[in-house]
């Protein structure tokens, strides 16, 4: 087998097919090329009859921006065809900008920086975990990351983590180019990563990343590795053979045809996304010797513990002065005990969140069996993993902190609704009514943010009933946030565990000229209100509105000459999204240190004020 | 000088404060209070007479929680009263749970963990960038910070790039106490810290950290490193003296009256937030120390450089297609030739976002005249960063990156908003018109999450006009967000460079049905739909929306009977905030890799598409 003739004919392709786009990313096609020849060559083990395969490896390109490369190696290897290499980029097809789950053989979609190697990590855990409970169920996961992804917070708290838990079976590949984007890397970045690695509990190895035999032992060696996670540094030349080499310029670069003729020439390949003949039967044989690693894993044992069907009908226990964060502990537990393959992660808050699975054990280097993951304080590359985790495929993953912290997770949130992947995200301390711990942990703009991202679904139980059907839906309509309260609700009369519809009538009256909705801890601010303005002869509906995204106003059996009222302790933007003509009561400032009431009375949230506001608004 | 009792007292003031409020944490307290009391005696530079002294010395706290020993000082050395101590965590009081820098003394507001070390970072940067340009200006910047800080990604990246800078005058205090809110440290974090640091760059010094004079010489040691920023790793016991010592129950403990009162016994002081005599000498002591050590910098030059009435009048150059991220940083450059004090940076995207300040030099080690930092890819931090320069007190800063990534640095942009710190960020490449890149690199929810924020305007032009009228803005309303596109634009007619209401008639007829609204490329598409409709014998009128925060509805003098229509590429819900009753038409899926022509298409937002929409809306 030419190996480097191979390597030779992917990079073309792949600059050939940045050429035909338009744009793309040359400067790591040539800087990563003998990486992936040697990964993929001669020891990723998958394969394109059953692109699925349990124990597969799993790989990650970190460094997203480099899917030509990859796209090259997943048509050689069976996946993609050379029709997909030419539609690079374009609409609909196989071979997006970035590397996308919806195309075969992608294991995880990247492009945001440094989320790879924290999905990497997570899929290294869910090995460990189903090879603790399953026989013969063993893989490596590789993830191929470039300088970028090292600067970038989420991935150093993902290595830090992965380090501490000893993930042997972990190998990084580091395209080490010392050139980004905007300038040479010294500029930036002149840490000793090698020494930054070892004190992380890597195993360590350096290698000229040109060549593939050297990178080939690394890599037989870091599988070696028994005790620690494994980096490879690879020290590569980014645009190598093209007058951009080692030069920022590469990084965007498109080469022009002229510029491909003369590697075409230096490599020795003729032809503009030919194969020659040579490397047609090298890959060929290549393509056998995955077929013969493919064995599938038929485990029945298996299948039942990764089946995803959540059935569940709890009946109530009947709290009715509880927290929403506690019940929902309370109820996540039945879950827990129901499905095995539930498990849960916090940023150092599961004693406040209470989303530990009780008797489920700390999965650590000595427990794989561990049901609950300490991740530290480091919420981005939590959610980073739980992707990662999700991404592996047999489990459904709950990750916990405080609503106004999960703006530091965000960009791993909007990857899972991406992806659409089986995490519930579960925030607690969910209004400006945490009180004394002042604003930087009071979320005033987080809920609403939350809305905004597409294919999330965000739930927000208001007592007992619904938290039971929240957490039903968060399992069924995954990614989900589950937000909960830090402080105790009443439970509300007519709530319902049935939360299909999004919203429903908790207070219903055929003389009502006024609908008031809400959701969570409003929902009961929303029944004081109702009794005030009854005083008054005003008879209100009250509507909860648990999942404003399920909800549509039209299925609201209502008049149509009533005034409709919401309320929230936030900013409340998605009721004026799901209600349009709606009188909101809300709020737009931060909020402020001091006792629950008078937060809510400096706010103007307190329930005097805003029987104040409906009032002035009736014109009463 | 006693200065174990005096910290006695220090420590026994912020527990009774704790007692008092019922809420707080009492561990820390316990662990850094002799850090504190070697910094706040021996060393910080900071005096009551003028707390806003130009070359003070720099305190963050980064451990945010620690507020009430950190309050006990600012009381020692006169910046609060005792009064304030016993209102901790009340209602509009001095001494709210997390440190404000609405308090007198406080540099920095902090809470959020791993954001005050950013800022630490940026505030010894702003002093390489004074003490390069000034006479006699220099001073340290001091931080204290706790394991949880040095797990979370912003530090880290953070740690980085003030390794690679050798800031020597920034001084981290680690109080390592091995505890955090969940759990000892070791379930979570076994890396080597000392190792890291090294590999960082730092100088790291090792003491006990409750021995007061060893914490004072490796202050004066770290003083003396010419070369790097320093670390002292502070070994602690959280919870020292209590039964609760070394135990992560101790992180958020209210100690009872019974347990203050064996504190009281052991540590030699008597009475609630009462002070002994010799050390109300000691106090008055350190005062005039410190009072000794100020001298006012009433440096002319200074005065004037650090001015920030940006009153520049620019006249259009006359662009009639240009993308808005060129015109930005076009026009950025008139700011900058204007104002010596602008600085800018950018996440390895200086050329992708054209914020550059041209001939600006690139601040470095060898460079502190340097206008352009280079972050690297790390966002999380340069806004951090960003808000410490601002905090510094003589910058404007502008940050930029793609707006698709703004929810990397997401949390530290409330961190702007919240302190209305001089931060502009400029977010380029706006759009699913991006294109090709595909779904990750597209913005769709993007803008909306920044609308919500409280206290930050947010500035999209549509023009070479606004793009002028919308810099000028940026300057004046910080913490401020320009949004620019990457696409060429065409001039709009009757475009302004007035924005102060946020909104205005682009094309306005007498005889129009209906008001189209729309902000930056989303204008031009109005434009191409009010010639579509004017076919259709509909006559529209175009409201341009730059600045929607800013824009009240009530102010358009509109016929009250007319349809009201947004366009928005993204989510759009600020446009349902600012009009009310509008028919919206926007996008709440993620994007796609494709040509920007498919990619429209493919969202139902080509301009055919739209049409379709609006006719169906108007019942034709």
């Known amino acids: 087998m030419n190996s480097q003739k191979m390597c030779n004919v992917a990079k073309l392709l792949a600059l050939q097919s940045i050429n035909k786009a338009g744009s793309g990313h040359s400067g790591i096609v040539m800087s990563c090329g003998e990486i992936m020849q040697a990964l993929f060559e001669r020891h990723l083990k998958i394969c394109s009859i059953n692109p699925d395969w349990a124990v597969r490896d799993r790989f990650v390109l970190s460094a997203g921006h480099g899917s030509a490369i990859y796209y090259s190696y997943l048509y050689m290897l069976g996946f993609l065809s050379l029709e997909d ?3 690079f980029r374009q609409i609909n097809s196989n071979t997006p900008g970035h590397p996308e789950i919806t195309t075969l053989g992608v294991d995880c979609s990247t492009g945001p920086l440094g989320q790879g190697i924290a999905n990497a990590v997570g899929m290294a855990i869910a090995e460990t975990m189903i090879n603790a409970r399953m026989k013969d169920f063993s893989h490596y996961t590789y993830c191929l990351c470039g300088d970028g992804c090292l600067m970038e917070g989420v991935a150093l708290e993902a ?19 010392s050139c980004t984007l905007d300038a040479e890397l010294k500029i930036t970045n002149t840490e000793d990563i090698k020494m930054k690695f070892l004190a992380c509990n890597f195993n360590v190895l350096e290698v000229d990343g040109h060549n593939i035999d050297e990178i080939d032992k690394a ?5 070696k590795c028994k005790q620690k996670p494994s980096v490879i540094i690879c020290k590569t030349i980014i645009g190598k053979d093209t007058k951009y080499a080692n030069s920022n310029i590469s990084h965007g670069k498109v080469l022009s045809l002229e510029e491909l003729r003369s590697l075409e020439k230096l490599w020795g390949i003729k032809g503009n996304f030919s194969i020659p003949l040579d490397v047609k039967n090298d890959i060929k044989l290549m393509q056998k010797l995955k077929v013969a690693l493919y064995k599938d894993y038929n485990n029945a044992e298996y299948k039942k513990f990764a089946g995803k069907s959540f059935n569940l009908d709890i009946k109530p226990f009947g709290y009715d002065f509880k927290s929403t964060r506690e019940l929902g502990g309370i109820y996540l537990q039945e879950y827990a005990k129901f499905k095995e393959n539930i498990i849960s992660l916090s940023a150092d808050v599961f004693s406040s969140t209470k989303t530990k699975i009780l008797d489920g054990g700390i999965y650590s280097k000595d427990c794989r069996l561990g049901r609950n993951i300490y991740c530290g304080i480091r919420e981005h590359a939590m959610a980073g993993i739980a992707n990662g985790i999700a991404l592996h ?3 459904k993953v709950v990750v916990s902190t405080f609503l106004a912290f999960v703006d530091y997770m965000r960009p791993a949130i909007r990857m899972s609704a991406l992806m659409n992947l089986d995490v519930i995200y579960v925030l607690t301390h969910d209004s400006v009514v945490v009180g004394q711990d002042g604003a930087t942990h009071q979320p005033v703009e987080q809920i609403d943010s939350l809305e905004l991202i597409p294919n999330l679904t965000t739930i927000r139980p208001c007592d007992e009933n619904e938290v039971i059907g929240g957490l039903k839906l968060a399992f069924e309509k995954t990614p989900s946030v589950l937000i909960m309260s830090r402080q105790n609700l009443k439970r509300v009369d007519n709530s319902s565990t049935n939360l299909d519809n999004g919203a429903y009538f908790v207070l219903k009256s055929n003389k009502a000229k006024i609908n008031i909705f809400a959701q969570g801890s409003e929902v009961g601010v929303a029944i004081q209100l109702a009794d005030r303005l009854k005083r008054h002869k005003i008879l209100t509906n009250i509507i909860s509105c648990p999942v404003l995204s399920l909800f549509n106003i039209k299925d609201l059996p209502c008049k149509s000459n009533m005034k409709n009222i919401a309320i929230s302790y936030g900013t409340g933007w998605a009721f004026l999204k799901k209600i349009g003509n709606v009188f909101l009561i809300s709020n737009s400032n931060f909020g402020k240190s001091g006792k629950e009431e ?8 307190d329930v005097d004020s805003i029987e104040d506001k409906i009032m002035k608004y009736l014109g009463k």
């Not at 190998?171 to 180019?177: E, G, H, Q, V």
């Not at 008078?598 to 949230?605: P, R, S, W, Y």
């Open 85 to 87: 290499i030419k539609n």
């Open 159 to 177: 290595i830090s983590l992965a380090g501490n838990l000893c993930l042997n079976k972990l190998i990084l590949l580091y395209d080490m180019n």
């Open 219 to 223: 890599i037989i060696k870091a599988k």
């Open 393 to 395: 495929g047999e489990f």
């Open 598 to 605: 008078d937060v809510l009375k400096f706010l103007g949230l």
